[in-house]
């Protein structure tokens, strides 16, 4: 099991002490003016990330509406001009130069027309994936939560339907499990079936919890400890054949430290 956490939850020198991995979350990085990637912050990035010896994976800028996102690194999978595919390929060919495998990407905007909006979804991420295929990498394609109806992919059948329909060994799905559990209210049983439903397409997870409920602040997205939430982390036993990074999206040490105890506990389960 290789353990890993976003680099926005602490600095790579005190991550190293407790995972093996790090996901490089180009949002906050800071190696973006504006939409123009600078390149003399990125090299400081991966000259300190390289110091510790990770294995890396990377997430894609996306689309957000947390005011403190940066406006310019919006990107929005259904509707995509060359502003947007760029920043996505900045991404992926950063992961081919640091030898990371996968990519995480954001399913896109439910528009006025819904299909037409999937439609056009699915062909920008045809593109990405044959993107991917030049540059050697996978793109992770992750779940967003149903507590935000305007989020494509939230529940397991349209992403096993996206995936499928774009039809490439390039894209396949980042499960996000806290993003999951939101989507099933909280009910460990509709969270076992989506499980089930996306496993077959699973290349990456990404671990955080929640109370399974909207609230005001992120829709119930809190990315708090595996573990202070509802989310029944005995499911990901079902992946019984997965051998990817297990990343931690949460925002201290302190949370990731109590999420390893969650998982380690969890993994012990045999429920399933």
């Given at each position: 099991?290789?353990?890993?956490?976003?680099?926005?939850?602490?600095?790579?020198?005190?991550?190293?002490?407790?995972?093996e991995s790090i996901e490089l979350y180009i949002p906050?990085?800071?190696?973006?003016?504006?939409?123009?990637?600078?390149?003399?912050?990125?090299?400081?990035?991966?000259?300190?990330?390289?110091?510790?010896?990770?294995?890396?994976?990377?997430?894609?800028?996306?689309?957000?509406?947390?005011?403190?996102?940066?406006?310019?690194?919006?990107?929005?999978?259904?509707?995509?001009?060359?502003?947007?595919?760029?920043?996505?390929?900045?991404?992926?060919?950063?992961?081919?130069?640091?030898g990371a495998h996968v990519v995480v990407l954001h399913?896109?905007?439910?528009?006025?027309?819904?299909?037409?909006?999937?439609?056009?979804?699915?062909?920008?991420?045809?593109?990405?994936?044959?993107?991917?295929?030049?540059?050697?990498?996978?793109?992770?394609?992750?779940?967003?939560?149903?507590?935000?109806?305007?989020?494509?992919?939230?529940?397991?059948?349209?992403?096993?339907?996206?995936?499928?329909?774009?039809?490439?060994?390039?894209?396949?799905?980042?499960?996000?499990?806290?993003?999951?559990?939101?989507?099933?209210?909280?009910?460990?049983?509709?969270?076992?079936?989506?499980?089930?439903?996306?496993?077959?397409?699973?290349?990456?997870?990404?671990?955080?919890?929640?109370?399974?409920?909207?609230?005001?602040?992120?829709?119930?997205?809190?990315?708090?400890?595996?573990?202070?939430?509802?989310?029944?982390?005995?499911?990901?036993?079902?992946?019984?054949?997965?051998?990817?990074?297990?990343?931690?999206?949460?925002?201290?040490?302190?949370?990731?430290?109590?999420?390893?105890?969650?998982?380690?506990?969890?993994?012990?389960?045999?429920?399933?």
């Open positions: 099991m290789i353990l890993g956490a976003s680099s926005f939850a602490a600095p790579p020198e005190d991550l190293k002490k407790h995972v906050k990085l800071g190696i973006y003016n504006g939409s123009a990637l600078e390149m003399r912050k990125l090299d400081r990035v991966l000259d300190e990330t390289s110091t510790y010896d990770f294995a890396v994976t990377v997430h894609a800028p996306y689309s957000s509406g947390d005011s403190e996102y940066p406006s310019a690194l919006q990107v929005d999978t259904a509707r995509m001009g060359e502003r947007e595919f760029t920043l996505v390929e900045e991404s992926i060919a950063l992961a081919n130069r640091i399913p896109g905007r439910v528009g006025p027309d819904r299909e037409k909006s999937f439609s056009s979804m699915v062909k920008n991420l045809s593109t990405l994936a044959s993107l991917a295929e030049d540059y050697g990498v996978a793109l992770g394609l992750e779940n967003k939560e149903g507590t935000d109806p305007s989020n494509f992919c939230c529940e397991a059948e349209e992403l096993f339907r996206t995936i499928e329909t774009v039809n490439s060994k390039h894209l396949k799905a980042t499960f996000d499990i806290g993003h999951a559990n939101l989507t099933c209210g909280g009910d460990p049983e509709k969270l076992r079936r989506f499980v089930q439903t996306l496993k077959k397409h699973i290349i990456h997870l990404h671990l955080h919890d929640n109370s399974g409920k909207w609230t005001e602040n992120y829709d119930g997205d809190k990315h708090m400890a595996p573990g202070k939430g509802c989310a029944d982390f005995s499911v990901l036993n079902l992946l019984s054949g997965y051998r990817g990074i297990y990343n931690f999206e949460v925002f201290s040490l302190e949370d990731l430290c109590f999420g390893k105890k969650t998982l380690e506990n969890a993994s012990k389960l045999s429920k399933y």
